[in-house]
């Protein structure tokens, strides 16, 4: 089973600090993908990469930025945290082709105090 | 753009109930349909998915079939059971694209 992991389920921080939020896939996709979920909102992209050092902006990508230095990892970073940044951060990867599904990470709770 | 619309929740339903969750999407070309699931405390999960007209998607004892004409793939379930409390999501996924469209998902509450 493809098996995407991130690295913590919750976290808080507070205002105007750095955060990491990692992701590790385990199936060797060139595809990740980090989105954030907000209620009534649904998942909104931020960022996704389609190979190593390789990235592209999704929806709302002000305020973050992205890393992939391995095609396992994909992190996200906050530059500067913010309240309004508070949400559920949600990471997944998928294998380059048509038709072929995302596989999702359990979930990063964020909050930003 | 693509975009996904899917009906807003929450939907509250009794056990054996019928479920619809209905979906229109929006795309240019033949996009590959798909519904995710979200378990309370839990990232997303595919349920199925359906990657040309007339496809049915099926798991679970849920469905979905691939309507062109309509630009719809509907969620169907004939009779919920508790276990199916949970946040839908409708997704699309353009041809030779990468990146999957959500819809704004649709809570469902099963009720004993």
């Known amino acids: 089973d493809v098996k995407v992991t991130q690295s913590s389920r919750y976290l808080v921080k507070r205002t105007g600090e750095k955060v990491f939020l990692e992701c590790v896939q385990d199936?060797?996709?060139?595809?990740m993908f980090w989105y954030r979920q907000d209620p009534g909102l649904g998942l909104r992209l931020i960022y996704f990469?389609?190979?190593?050092?390789?990235?592209e902006k999704g929806d709302i990508p002000e305020g973050y930025s992205v890393s992939r230095e391995k095609k396992e990892r994909f992190s996200l970073i906050l530059e500067s945290a913010s309240t309004n940044q508070t949400s559920m951060y949600l990471c997944?990867?998928?294998?380059?082709?048509?038709?072929?599904?995302?596989?999702f990470g359990q979930g990063t709770r964020l909050t930003v105090v | 753009g693509n975009s996904v619309t899917q009906m807003e929740g929450p939907v509250t339903l009794s056990e054996e109930a019928f479920l619809t969750i209905n979906c229109t999407y929006t795309?240019?070309?033949?996009?590959?349909l798909f519904w995710y699931v979200q378990y309370p405390g839990e990232g997303l999960q595919l349920l199925l998915k359906?990657?040309?007209?007339?496809d049915k998607g099926s798991n679970k004892g849920f469905e979905a079939t691939y309507r062109k004409e309509t630009t719809s793939f509907h969620l169907e379930k004939g009779s919920v059971q508790v276990s199916d409390s949970a946040v839908y999501f409708c997704?699309?996924?353009?041809?030779?694209?990468?990146?999957?469209?959500f819809g704004g998902g649709t809570r469902v509450l099963v009720k004993p």
């Open positions: 795309a240019t070309g033949y996009p590959s």
């Open positions: 359906a990657t040309k007209a007339d």
């Open positions: 997704a699309s996924l353009k041809a030779a694209g990468n990146k999957l469209t």
């Open positions: 990469s389609y190979d190593v050092k390789m990235k």
């Open positions: 997944a990867s998928r294998r380059q082709g048509a038709n072929t599904e995302a596989f």
């Open positions: 199936m060797d996709h060139e595809n």
